[in-house]
């Protein structure tokens, strides 16, 4: 299936479960091979326009790619949630919540 790249601007990221990480703002690739390295990722902060911020999610985490919908594996979710609460912190202005303590 060919696919133009600017079609595929805008098309949402989600990881295999579900979760939406955000909108696919462009490709990477290597100028000397002609590969795909990379997806960046527009994610909104709490506030459109406030605190946006890319993600980098290199080819080998990309499960499957259509002019529809981008998966990505589950475990880079861990990585964009972090921020997600780290935006939302700040803005509430609340303390960060502690899951575990060390003995």
Known sequence: ??????????????????????????????????????LRVKVRGPVPGLLDDELLITWVQVISMDDKEITVADNFAAQGAAKVRKWFALLSGSRPVVTSYRT
């Open 1 to 38: 299936m060919n696919v133009n790249t600017r079609e595929m601007i805008g098309v949402p990221v989600k990881t295999k479960a579900g979760l939406l990480l955000g909108r696919l703002k462009s490709l990477d690739f290597d100028a000397d091979t002609g590969r795909l390295d990379a």
